[in-house]
């Protein structure tokens, strides 16, 4: 017998968006572009706006698929979606984290998307790579990363009128302080790796203090990992009487959290979708919580790591130990 608790209809929408420390409002539930094929994510961007409700729309330059998120886009708006009601979010890439490249790279994105603003642009990653950079970086093209001078860049995005909003991805709780103690435009968001395997507890609880949203990413465990078959997602699934990906979704959701699931299926866009009707009861909360393996899906790696001898002591470095 199921036990979800249904929610009454003013409060599922209540609960459909988070309120960020600029005002604007964030949509609790998006959809992930990254890995979606360029031949398939029109559509399943479109499927997602008209035919499933989404409203916000998670993008990447280095996704490699702006120019189709933005077709998919403007199939939307041809549809009679209005471009105030959707909420996009975009990257600035690592190879493009210097100062005087932070316009121009907005620019693309733009360009690509076939937007005239974004409304959230992040920092992928705290991390500069040279632009002749291989993957995984050679010694000597990973750069120091100069926080203060492009988020001043960033900053001045929001003055122009092209961002709405400004926030980082990947940034730990160190990271956060020095960038919160030297902007004048506080980031709105940190995007990060969230989900049962990986609760990232001491940034969100650290977020939540300074008033940072967390949107979670990888929120089902991403491609590599099977967390649609772990015990706790499981035993919850069957109470609650929701698929493990609902649950896993409702949990992001329940921890004060927004989250944008990857799915280039139809079937799956309007699976995901389905969270604004039901509640996880507190215990089975707690349950979801309690998973005891964590371990990151998307350490980064590839990105930083410049010698397998030290790859070990570069991660814990630049997580902080939390890995
Ligand atoms: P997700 O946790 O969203 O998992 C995506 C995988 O799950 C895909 O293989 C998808 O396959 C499958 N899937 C989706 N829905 C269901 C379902 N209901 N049942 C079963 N399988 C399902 O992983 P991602 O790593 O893609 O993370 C989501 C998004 O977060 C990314 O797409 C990207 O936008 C963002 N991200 C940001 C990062 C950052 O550094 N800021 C890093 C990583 C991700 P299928 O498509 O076939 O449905």
Same mark, same amino acid.
């Given at each position: 017998?199921?036990?979800?608790?249904?929610?009454?209809?003013? &409060?599922?929408? &209540?609960?459909?968006?988070?309120?960020?420390?600029?005002?604007?409002?964030?949509?609790?539930?998006?959809? +992930? *572009?990254?890995?979606?094929?360029?031949?398939?994510?029109? =559509?399943?961007?479109?499927?997602?706006?008209?035919?499933?409700?989404?409203?916000?729309? /998670?993008?990447?330059?280095?996704?490699?698929? !702006?120019?189709?998120?933005? &077709?998919?886009?403007?199939?939307?708006? $041809?549809?009679?979606?209005?471009?105030? $009601?959707?909420?996009?979010?975009?990257?600035?890439?690592?190879?493009?984290?210097?100062?005087?490249?932070?316009?121009?790279?907005? =620019?693309?994105?733009?360009?690509?998307? +076939?937007?005239?603003?974004?409304?959230?642009?992040?920092?992928?990653?705290?991390?500069?790579?040279?632009?002749?950079?291989?993957?995984?970086?050679?010694?000597?093209?990973?750069?120091?990363?100069?926080?203060?001078?492009?988020?001043?860049?960033?900053?001045?995005?929001?003055?122009?009128?092209?961002?709405? /909003?400004?926030?980082?991805?990947?940034?730990?709780?160190?990271?956060? &302080?020095?960038?919160?103690?030297?902007?004048?435009?506080?980031?709105?968001?940190?995007?990060?790796?969230?989900?049962?395997?990986?609760?990232? /507890?001491?940034?969100?609880?650290?977020?939540?203090?300074?008033?940072?949203?967390? *949107?979670?990413?990888?929120?089902?465990?991403?491609?590599?990992? =099977?967390?649609?078959?772990?015990?706790?997602?499981?035993?919850?699934?069957?109470?609650?009487?929701?698929?493990?990906? !609902?649950?896993?979704?409702?949990?992001?959701?329940?921890?004060?959290?927004?989250?944008?699931?990857?799915?280039?299926?139809?079937?799956?866009?309007?699976?995901?979708?389905?969270?604004?009707?039901?509640?996880?009861? /507190?215990?089975?909360?707690?349950?979801?919580?309690?998973?005891?393996?964590?371990?990151? *899906?998307?350490?980064?790696?590839?990105?930083?790591? *410049?010698?397998? !001898?030290?790859? !070990?002591?570069?991660?814990?470095?630049?997580?902080?130990?939390?890995?």
């Amino acid at each position: 017998m199921a036990q979800s608790q249904q929610l009454k209809k003013d &409060e599922s929408v &209540e609960e459909a968006y988070f309120t960020l420390r600029s005002g604007h409002r964030i949509p609790a539930l998006g959809l +992930g *572009t990254w890995k979606a094929e360029t031949n398939v994510v029109r =559509d399943a961007v479109y499927n997602a706006i008209v035919e499933c409700g989404y409203r916000h729309i /998670d993008c990447a330059h280095i996704y490699g698929n !702006e120019k189709e998120v933005g &077709e998919g886009l403007q199939m939307a708006f $041809d549809a009679g979606i209005k471009r105030e $009601d959707i909420f996009v979010t975009s990257k600035l890439w690592i190879k493009s984290c210097v100062p005087e490249k932070v316009r121009p790279a907005l =620019d693309t994105t733009l360009s690509d998307l +076939g937007l005239k603003y974004v409304d959230l642009y992040l920092i992928h990653w705290p991390i500069c790579l040279s632009e002749d950079a291989s993957s995984p970086p050679k010694k000597g093209q990973v750069l120091p990363f100069d926080t203060v001078g492009v988020w001043r860049e960033m900053e001045k995005l929001v003055e122009q009128k092209l961002v709405r /909003d400004i926030g980082v991805s990947n940034f730990t709780v160190k990271k956060l &302080e020095h960038l919160l103690a030297n902007s004048t435009i506080k980031p709105s968001v940190n995007q990060v790796e969230m989900h049962p395997s990986w609760r990232n /507890d001491n940034v969100l609880n650290y977020c939540k203090k300074e008033n940072i949203h967390v *949107t979670a990413y990888s929120p089902l465990g991403s491609s590599s990992t =099977d967390l649609f078959h772990a015990e706790e997602v499981i035993q919850t699934s069957e109470k609650v009487g929701k698929t493990p990906g !609902e649950i896993m979704i409702r949990w992001l959701i329940q921890r004060g959290v927004s989250t944008i699931p990857k799915s280039s299926n139809k079937e799956r866009i309007k699976e995901n979708m389905r969270v604004f009707d039901f509640k996880i009861p /507190d215990e089975d909360m707690q349950k979801l919580s309690s998973v005891p393996t964590q371990k990151r *899906t998307n350490p980064g790696g590839e990105l930083i790591v *410049t010698s397998e !001898e030290e790859k !070990e002591s570069i991660l814990r470095e630049f997580w902080e130990g939390e890995l």
